[in-house]
């Protein structure tokens, strides 16, 4: 998270939207993929980017990390990039054989009701063998039910650009 060092050395945190800021007009959609950490990385991304999704494990302790997420985000907004906007709350590692993915689920659409998209990702194996192959799920295994489900995100976003524009 966001510490006083980061308030006064705010110019490393600038690299990612400098760079950024040159290709916007060349595409409709940039995606930035962050590690599952509030490090440098994922900071120079929050400071870039337009919006945010925030991925939802279905796991015992998401909604501490989904709250820790929002206070960065926060603060983000207020002394970098005032325009973020949180896109949509997704569920993730969504595992309809346990009564703790429902839970979880139920419990971020009763918090963040429109904000939470309607298409959850499964816990899927081949999400994990795509990436220990290097290879995308789209092309490794286009009909598993996590890349149906991405897709389906996919779709959800675009149909939500189109409604607010």
Same mark, same amino acid.
């Given at each position: 998270?966001?510490?006083?060092?980061?308030?006064?050395?705010?110019?490393? /945190?600038?690299?990612?939207? %400098?760079? $950024?800021?040159?290709?916007?007009?060349?595409?409709?959609? +940039?995606? +930035?993929?962050?590690?599952?950490?509030?490090?440098?990385? &994922?900071?120079? *991304?929050?400071? #870039?980017?337009?919006?945010? $999704?925030?991925?939802?494990?279905?796991? /015992?302790? &998401?909604? =501490? *990390?989904? #709250?820790?997420?929002?206070?960065?985000?926060?603060?983000?907004?207020?002394?970098?990039?005032?325009?973020? =906007?949180?896109?949509?709350?997704?569920?993730?590692?969504?595992?309809?054989?346990?009564?703790? &993915?429902?839970?979880?689920? &139920?419990?971020? %659409?009763?918090?963040?009701?429109?904000?939470?998209?309607?298409?959850?990702?499964?816990? !899927?194996?081949?999400?994990?063998? *795509?990436?220990?192959?290097?290879?995308?799920?789209?092309?490794?295994?286009? !009909?598993?039910? *996590?890349?149906?489900?991405?897709?389906?995100? #996919? %779709?959800?976003?675009?149909?939500? =650009?189109? =409604?607010?524009?």
């Amino acid at each position: 998270s966001i510490n006083e060092h980061t308030i006064t050395s705010y110019e490393p /945190y600038m690299t990612l939207k %400098r760079n $950024i800021v040159k290709l916007k007009d060349k595409y409709d959609y +940039i995606i +930035i993929d962050c590690p599952p950490s509030l490090g440098f990385l &994922s900071l120079n *991304a929050l400071i #870039a980017c337009d919006s945010v $999704i925030i991925p939802v494990q279905c796991e /015992y302790f &998401s909604m =501490e *990390a989904v #709250a820790q997420v929002l206070v960065t985000i926060s603060k983000v907004k207020e002394r970098y990039n005032p325009e973020l =906007e949180i896109e949509g709350f997704l569920l993730t590692m969504f595992d309809s054989r346990t009564k703790l &993915s429902f839970e979880v689920s &139920s419990e971020v %659409r009763s918090y963040f009701k429109e904000k939470t998209f309607t298409t959850c990702i499964p816990r !899927n194996v081949s999400v994990s063998e *795509a990436t220990a192959k290097g290879l995308p799920l789209s092309l490794y295994k286009p !009909n598993s039910f *996590a890349n149906v489900a991405y897709l389906s995100l #996919a %779709r959800e976003i675009i149909d939500h =650009e189109i =409604e607010n524009n």
